[in-house]
C-alpha cells in the first residue's frame, strides 16, 4: 500500500464549479497533515494546513479523519488560477526534524 | 516575505562529476530539507538536517550525497559522482518549529 494515495486525475471542471480531492494515508504515525500545490515545473507551495476540526482559508476546506486515515480538500467557486497539481501530504516529526511524504498529485484543470 | 532561495536553477553535468547544489533558508528557520523529483514523479524526501548534523535519511541518501551548513546562511547538496538517474529537480526546504515547510524553487539537474 503507497504511504500517501491520491486519485492522480485530471479533473477537468468549468469556472465556478466545486471540486472535492481526497487522499489517505497508510502510517497512523503521521502527525500533521497539509495540502500543497505545484504548478508544472514549480516548487511545492504550501496550500494548507490540515486539522481534524476541518479548517478553511477563503474557497478552501480541508477535513483529517484520523480513524479513517483520510484526507479531503474541497474547493469552492473553482478559478482559471485554481489550475494545478494539488499534493496530499503527511508528516511525521522524527526528533531532529519533519519528513513530509508526498502523495503523487491530482491534477485540477479548470476550464472556461 | 521571506523565502528560501536556491542556486543554480539549471545544473548541466557530465555523469561522474561532483556537483554542489546551494540553498539558502529562510533566515530564523532551524530546520532544513532536501528533496528531490524525478520528472513526472512524486516529491521524495531525501534528508533533514538539525543543529548541525544529520537527523534522518532516506534510503536514496546514500554515501554519494552529503549536505554541509558552512556558514550561518547557505545550506548545501554536494553528489560526489553523479549519476543519470540523479537527474531530478532538487527543492530545499525550511522550517521553523511549527512544522509547515517552505520550499526553494529548485535546481534542475541533468546529467549527461
Known amino acids: 500500500r503507497k504511504e500517501v494515495e491520491q486519485d492522480p486525475g485530471p479533473f477537468n471542471v468549468p469556472e465556478g464549479a466545486t471540486v472535492a480531492f481526497n487522499c489517505t494515508y497508510s502510517?497512523?504515525?503521521?502527525?500533521?497533515f497539509f495540502w500543497y500545490r505545484q504548478d508544472c515545473r514549480k516548487e511545492p507551495k504550501l496550500l494548507m494546513s490540515?486539522?481534524?476540526s476541518g479548517n478553511e482559508d477563503g474557497r478552501f476546506t480541508a477535513q483529517l479523519n484520523r480513524a479513517s486515515q483520510y484526507i479531503s480538500l474541497l474547493i469552492r467557486d473553482s478559478k482559471l488560477s485554481d489550475s494545478a497539481t494539488y499534493l496530499c501530504?503527511?508528516?511525521?516529526?522524527?526528533?531532529?526534524?519533519?519528513?513530509?511524504?508526498f502523495g503523487t498529485g491530482t491534477q485540477l484543470k479548470v476550464e472556461l | 516575505e521571506p523565502e528560501v532561495t536556491q542556486t543554480p536553477s539549471h545544473q548541466v553535468t557530465q555523469m561522474g562529476q561532483e556537483v554542489i547544489l546551494r540553498c539558502v533558508p529562510i533566515?530564523?528557520?532551524?530546520?532544513f530539507y532536501w528533496y528531490r523529483q524525478i520528472l513526472g514523479q512524486k516529491v521524495e524526501f531525501l534528508v533533514s538536517?538539525?543543529?548541525?548534523?544529520?537527523?534522518?535519511k532516506s534510503e536514496i541518501f546514500d554515501d554519494q550525497f552529503s549536505v554541509e551548513r558552512p556558514d550561518g546562511s547557505n545550506f548545501t547538496l554536494k553528489i560526489r559522482s553523479t549519476k543519470l538517474e540523479d537527474s531530478a529537480m532538487y527543492f530545499c526546504?525550511?522550517?521553523?518549529?511549527?512544522?509547515?515547510?517552505?520550499f526553494g524553487p529548485g535546481t534542475r539537474l541533468t546529467v549527461l
Open positions: 526546504a525550511s522550517s521553523s518549529r511549527e512544522f509547515e515547510q517552505f
Open positions: 502510517n497512523s504515525a503521521s502527525q500533521s
Open positions: 490540515v486539522y481534524s
Open positions: 501530504v503527511v508528516n511525521i516529526f522524527t526528533g531532529g526534524g519533519n519528513k513530509l511524504t
Open positions: 533566515s530564523n528557520h532551524l530546520y
Open positions: 538536517f538539525y543543529n548541525n548534523e544529520i537527523s534522518e
